[in-house]
């Protein structure tokens, strides 16, 4: 069985890959396209650490195949910051120490971009359950809310 | 700055205990660092593990032949490619990596190939026949003490009785520590309260699983790439169990998703360097998550008898508690620090402990933050709690009587100095926690906790550049932001911008040994280490300073970062900077360094106090917890986001492994949750904001008063929420997890009376 | 990377018509599975269960991806994610309890993937649309080599991970009745964590009040709880002619707990989910009440 061709665009950079019919858009990411910045923690859905925009929404990059990306727009960590140029939740979250070991960090600031794009003011409770997807084991949470939080407020208020 | 927590600072520095972003802060909000499982290499294999099925087997044969004919099958590895090592504290390890004569545990590794491809080494390893005799098992700590057990090892004999054993148990080890007659001061009791407590197994819980990439040369050389919290005692440990040179084996630790306690020792990178060595090429093996719990090292569970005897006054007269944790298929859990931890918070005069170390068809433990304590804490501060409700007395007050202070001798045996148990309860008091009112089924906890804290072999190098900048080498990997706090305290004692300082991990090769990233002992040692090294290299600094004036390097002093001479005899001179003394150090001697190579003593050791509200609904069973305040000696706090941070994911993990966290077995033998959905770690809808309150108690061990603070903060809150949970649902609980369905049973039992 | 390997490898379709769907379906043997979100398909497919041979993934064929008014209700696509159903006010305002009950699959980016048809597919007991649709009465549309026809959510399910679909058949479509006035519905389930979970008991209630406030129909289902979500006749009855006062309110939740048929597992004790699902319907009774009311 020959190999799938794909056409689709990643961060905004047109882009062609080969995968199998059963391999991963993670996969297809992290070991096709050296975009590594997206992580597996389980592979099962269940943490969060692979999170990209797939067409504009927040999905798990696990549990979606390599090729039903064709013809769609993928959006990765890699494209987050404009140039070196950070976004603004990068910064809070450096700011507010909102990463201890940063494993989680790609997949939270995914799915926090995805939050403040259809909503700039979340309540503190909205904010824990659109990331209740996104396992974080080292810092109890309380910086990232708060760096999300703060950046809401800062985009807010620009 | 965000500034959250409160602290209590009594001396001044420059820079330390300012907030600025971590130097790797970039890297790792861009997705640019390199975590395990990010490195590649040329004609690089992939590799996957073949693991028993089953909790105890004895291998009768493994068939790999249809595997090695497997087109892009490129090695194969099994039992007969580790051969026992010298090393006796490599032998368990040895064991534990790649199964011999039996598999202990469902997810023992038992073969392991690398291919070209993923697919292929998946399919490789459905080719792989092994005949297994199915053996009685025991995962039960309680079970595995009976006398008519299932015996794991033939040749086990409980050491630590006298005289020793004739027979075989599962006990590997007894230990008992103390003071005092305990019989005794029972009797000068007016209240006893004696409970059994059991807590299930749990794991760390890193979202990073193991990853590494290995690769040996026909030449006996090996570069090995991984996620660890130590890449010495990789190094150390995979050298011996290939009988390789340790300096022949390159260890680079990549950035590390968190570890906890659970990368301080080796599982599949042995495997890979072997199977690298056999291929001729790199290979690359990564853990799934169903691996990384069934076959890495989760903690003990344990099953814990206590008794505490207390005068009417609040006197404590004896305490007691017998401890037995099960750690898995070998020698090792962390009973003996249950055991010298248990009654630390308390100033006794009769005390003892007894720990069981005993071994169950379960994977290995690894550490788990503060090892073996939190299990100790969760069993004798709800038997305190107990206590304070009989005698009507306040908990937080009844712990200030009791409390251990500088000079009291510890359960353990040394006697304290310094310390800030009393600070944290006093603290906690006073503090509008304290004081706020509850609603119906809700109840507030309170819990003490201590640590240790570990110093150990450290060694790093300091660099100054011809452009006044610094570059520190450590060896120990950042889990959490140390890299910021070895910046910051290069910076102070140099006297430069935090700026201008970067911090990296060195691999192996560059460095002396530097022990594990564990026991609390980065920020002290690593960070006593980077002081010494930067006042060696202000002595170099000096000395030139010293030759460029032409005077002697005694009249010279450095000073808010410029060398200066030391007063108006040693002649006037225009300061110099580090960076005026490093731009012409060609011409005065060349590159100027300052090293530390040391045996780090002297870490402090650390109390908290932690303060939690829940509410339970009498209906189901489940708790909410609603508020959490942590309260704890840092010594110095030199990045305080980062302390707080500590204090935080402690608390959190705490919150997890009370209510909903377990590892849950089959009457198989076999793993039944091993994945994030049934292995319930805390999301973050389940908890609040994390207060915290940093005490500042300085270490005297330490040049700016550092303690370590990674650990104490998982150690108070399984009783913290035990307690909460008690007074909220009106019954004690006793057993880890508190889930709905025994809170639930507990409450129904309560209200039929039974 | 197929050559050599003892297993044929998987093949990925994406048909543009339910028609062709059906056809590669029909086509092919035993092993071909349709693609909705893959939130189950793919972790299958990753836990070492056998891969099949064929995957058709259904997001393309457009009539699969829409949610359309009909007949005063609304005909839900296979392929609309849960996520879409939030976002759809005259449905959220309709079916709340079904829009509410899709909303709890999973995190936000499962939902941004998951459908209820996968979720009714799949087959498990604990599927958090299904009981909720079973209340409020849907029909799934089915469509295969032969002519279309329609089923009561309830009759999809026959058994853990079976449905009553044959060969070559396949879910177009949900349909959601136009609701009554008065009346409302809701759905609510057991898990130890706030999110991430699969449900250890849940329980969906519909009911539709007159005039007086009193109830004159009702249906309730209970999941999680037995092989697959049932609905519980006698349950509704307890209801039916009462204005949810305490005693029926009561009486609810015992014959809740009465048709439960649960087994001790990781995710609970069977007594722990006997007594819980009691708790769950009369919750979530207490909450349909109050809709119906409008209040
Ligand atoms: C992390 C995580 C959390 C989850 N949490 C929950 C939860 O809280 N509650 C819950 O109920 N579920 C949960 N699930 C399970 C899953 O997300 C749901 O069952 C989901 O609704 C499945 O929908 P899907 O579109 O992704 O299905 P798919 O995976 O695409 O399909 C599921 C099954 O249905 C079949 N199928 C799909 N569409 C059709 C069709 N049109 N016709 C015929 N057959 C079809 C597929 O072949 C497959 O067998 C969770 C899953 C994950 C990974
Ligand atoms: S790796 Fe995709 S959710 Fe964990
Ligand atoms: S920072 Fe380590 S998992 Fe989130």
């Known amino acids: ?158 | ?754 | 990377m197929g050559v050599g390997l003892g297993n044929e490898m998987m093949r990925y379709e994406a048909p543009e018509s339910t028609k062709a769907a059906v056809k590669l379906l029909a086509g092919s043997r035993d092993r071909a599975r349709i693609l909705a979100g893959g939130t189950d398909l793919l972790v299958q497919m990753r836990s070492g269960m056998p891969e099949p041979a064929l995957v058709i993934d259904i997001k393309h064929i457009a009539a699969m991806g829409a949610i359309k008014r009909e007949a005063g209700g609304f005909r839900i696509g296979a392929a609309v994610p849960s996520a879409e159903l939030g976002e759809h006010a005259g449905l959220v305002k309709a079916w709340p309890g079904v829009v509410e009950a899709a909303g709890l699959i999973g995190s936000t980016q499962i939902q941004g993937r998951a459908t209820i048809v996968g979720n009714l597919c799949n087959g498990s007991p604990a599927a958090d649309s299904v009981p909720a649709m079973m209340v409020a009465g849907a029909r799934a549309r089915i469509a295969g080599p032969g002519r279309r026809r329609d089923l009561p959510v309830e009759k999809v399910v026959v058994g853990p991970g079976k449905t009553a679909l044959k060969r070559g058949e396949l879910i177009e479509s949900i349909f959601l009745p136009k609701r009554p006035a008065r009346s409302g519905d809701a759905y609510l389930r057991f898990i130890p964590r706030t999110e991430m979970d699969i449900a250890a008991a849940s329980a969906g209630v519909f009911l539709t009040l007159d005039r007086k406030g009193i109830c004159t129909d009702a249906r309730v289902a209970i999941g999680a709880v037995g092989p697959r979500a049932i609905l519980v006749k006698p349950a509704a009855k307890a209801l039916i002619g009462t204005p949810l006062d305490e005693a029926a309110l009561t009486q609810l939740a015992a014959a809740c707990s009465a048709a439960a048929r649960p087994i001790d597992d990781k995710r609970g004790t069977k007594e722990f989910r006997t007594h819980v699902v009691g708790v769950l319907a009369r919750r979530a009774a207490v909450i349909a009440l109050k809709r119906a009311k409008g209040e």
Request: proline fraction near 5%; charged fraction near 20%.
């Open chain 1, 1 to 158: 069985m020959s190999q799938i061709p794909v056409t689709t665009t990643i961060n905004g950079d047109a882009t062609e890959f080969l995968c199998e019919a059963d391999e991963t858009l993670l996969d297809v990411l992290r070991d096709r396209l050296e975009l590594s910045g997206t992580k597996e923690g389980c592979g099962t859905g269940d943490c969060g650490a692979c999170s990209v925009m797939l067409d504009g929404r927040l999905v798990c990059s696990c549990l979606v195949l390599g090729a039903e990306a064709e013809g769609r727009e993928v959006e990765t960590i890699e494209g987050m910051a404009e140039g070196d140029t950070l976004h603004p939740l990068q910064k809070k979250f450096l700011e507010h120490a909102a990463l201890q070991c940063g494993v989680c960090t790609p997949g939270f600031l995914i799915a926090a971009k995805a939050l403040l794009e259809t909503n700039l003011d979340p309540t503190e409770t909205e904010v824990r359950y659109w990331l209740a997807g996104n396992l974080c084991r080292c810092t109890g949470y309380d910086k990232i809310v708060r760096a999300v939080l703060d950046t809401a407020a800062e985009m807010r208020s620009a």
């Open chain 2, 1 to 754: 700055m965000p500034d959250q927590g409160q602290i209590a600072t009594k001396r001044k520095f420059k820079l330390v205990g300012t907030r600025p972003v971590r130097p790797d802060g970039v890297d790792k909000v861009t997705g640019r660092a390199r975590f395990g499982a990010d490195m590649t290499a040329p004609g690089m294999l992939h590799a996957l593990i073949l693991r028993s099925p089953h909790a105890h087997a004895r291998i009768k044969s493994i068939d790999t032949s249809r595997a090695e004919r497997l087109p892009g099958v490129k090695a194969v590895v099994t039992r007969d490619d580790f051969a026992l090592p010298e090393r006796r504290d490599l032998v368990d390890i040895c064991y534990n990596v790649m199964a011999r004569e039996k598999a202990l545990y469902d997810g023992h590794a038992v073969a392991a190939v690398a291919a070209v491809s993923k697919p292929v080494a998946r399919e490789a390893l459905r080719r792989i026949k092994v005949v297994y005799e199915i053996l009685p098992h025991v995962t039960d700590v309680d079970e595995a003490m009976k006398p008519n057990a299932p015996i794991l090892h033939k040749d086990m004999r409980t050491k630590g009785i006298d005289p020793k054993p004739s027979k075989a148990s599962n006990v590997a080890r007894q230990w008992e520590f103390g003071h005092g007659d305990v019989d005794r001061g029972f009797t000068e009791a007016d209240i006893v309260v004696e409970r059994t407590f059991k807590t299930a197994a749990t794991h760390q819980g890193y979202i990073e699983p193991h990853a590494c990439l290995a690769s040996v040369g026909s030449d006996g050389q090996g570069d090995l790439w991984c996620c660890t919290q130590g890449h010495y005692m990789v190094r150390n440990a995979c050298a011996g169990l290939l009988g390789m040179k340790v300096s022949q084996l390159r260890v680079t630790a990549s950035e590390i998703g968190g570890g906890f306690g659970g990368k301080t020792t080796v599982f599949i990178e042995p495997v890979a360097l072997a199977l690298s060595r056999k291929a001729g090429r790199p290979v690359k093996l990564v853990m799934s998550r169903n691996e990384v719990f069934r076959a890495t090292g989760p903690t003990a569970s344990s099953s814990t008898d206590v008794k505490i005897g207390v005068k009417k006054n609040g006197q404590i007269t004896a305490a007691k508690a017998v401890l037995r944790y099960q750690g898995g298929a070998f020698a090792g859990s962390p009973v003996q620090f249950g055991a010298m931890t248990a009654f630390a918070c308390y100033d006794l005069k009769n005390v003892q402990t007894i720990g069981y170390d005993v071994v169950t068809n379960r994977p290995k433990q690894a550490a788990y933050r503060a090892p073996g304590a939190p299990l100790a804490a969760f069993a004798i501060e709800s038997v305190i709690d107990e206590l304070a409700t009989k005698i009507r007395m306040d908990p937080l007050e009844f712990r200030l009587l009791n409390a251990a202070r500088e000079g009291t001798k510890s359960s353990y045996g040394p006697t304290f100095g310094p310390i800030g148990l009393e600070a944290t309860l006093e603290e906690s008091k006073g503090h509008p926690h304290h004081l706020a009112p509850l609603g119906p089924n809700q109840g507030r906890g309170v819990a003490c906790g201590f640590w240790f804290n570990f110093g150990g072999n450290t060694c790093v190098s300091l660099n100054i550049g011809e452009d006044g900048t610094v570059c520190l080498s450590v060896g120990n990997p950042d889990i959490g932001g140390s890299r910021a706090s070895m910046c910051l305290m290069a910076a102070e004692e140099l006297g430069v911008p935090y700026e201008r300082v970067r911090t990296i991990i060195a691999d192996t090769a560059a460095l002396g040994y530097n022990e594990v990233t564990d026991g609390s002992r980065v920020t002290f040692a690593v960070g006593m280490a980077t002081i010494k090294a930067a006042q060696a290299a202000k002595v170099k600094l000096c000395e030139r300073a010293a030759k460029i004036w032409d005077i002697s390097p005694e009249a010279v002093v450095w000073e808010d970062g410029h060398a200066r001479p030391a007063g108006a005899n040693a002649g006037t001179f225009k300061p110099m900077s580090l960076a005026d003394i490093a731009a012409v150090a060609g011409s005065t001697g060349g590159p100027i360094a300052g090293h530390s190579e040391a045996n780090a003593d002297g870490a402090g050791v650390s109390f908290a106090t932690h303060m939690v509200d829940v509410e339970v609904d009498p209906e189901t069973g489940r708790v909410t917890v609603l508020r959490y305040t942590v309260f704890q000696d840092a010594g110095k706090a030199i990045h305080p986001s980062y302390v707080e941070g500590q204090f935080q994911g402690g608390a959190a993990q705490g919150v997890g492994w009370a209510l909903n966290e377990e590892y849950i077995y089959g009457e198989d033998g076999r793993l039944q949750n091993a994945g994030f959905l049934d292995y319930r770690i805390p999301v973050a809808s389940d908890l609040p904001f994390i207060d915290t309150v940093i005490l500042e108690i300085p270490n005297p061990g330490h040049p700016y008063g550092v303690r370590g603070v990674g650990e104490t903060s998982i150690v108070p809150p399984l009783a913290a929420i035990a307690n909460a949970v008690s007074a909220a649902a009106g019954v004690r609980h006793t057993q880890l997890p508190m889930s709905p369905p025994r809170i639930l049973k507990s409450i129904m039992e309560k209200r039929d009376g039974v």
